[in-house]
């Protein structure tokens, strides 16, 4: 009922920056909680941010703590993900999730876009 669509992905050299984009069709709610995780193969899925659809509240893993911000366009219901000081082990597949219920940094939510893929390497 939900699509998401993540672009913004790239290569880039450690101490880069780059802005992902999620933008959301079909029935969305202004309301939803979203956030973005990533996953490496053979890993386990992790999440890095969200925020609350309702009063605009964020989370982020310890791991992208002041590297990473998350916001929304509560307008075009878009949501961003700017990384800042990259670092290698940040190189994952990125992924938008969205859902009524705030799950937080758990990957329980409804709906999921394909991946955009980040890498950062020198």
């Known amino acids: 009922q939900v699509q998401l669509v993540e672009s913004g992905g790239g290569s880039v050299q450690p101490g880069g920056s780059l802005r992902l984009s999620c933008a959301p069709s079909g029935n969305t709610d202004s309301s939803y909680y979203m956030a973005w995780f990533r996953q490496t193969p053979g890993k386990e899925r992790e999440g890095v941010a969200t925020?609350?659809?309702?009063?605009?509240?964020?989370m982020y893993a310890d791991s992208v703590k002041g590297r990473f911000t998350i916001s929304k366009d509560n307008a075009k219901h878009i949501l961003y993900l700017q990384m800042n000081s990259l670092k290698p082990e940040d190189t994952a597949m990125y992924y938008c999730?969205?859902?009524?219920?705030?799950?937080?940094?758990?990957?329980?939510?409804?709906?999921w876009g394909q991946g955009t893929q980040v890498t950062v390497s020198s």
């Open positions: 925020i609350s659809g309702v009063t605009g509240a964020t």
């Open positions: 999730a969205a859902d009524s219920r705030w799950w937080r940094l758990l990957g329980r939510y409804a709906y």
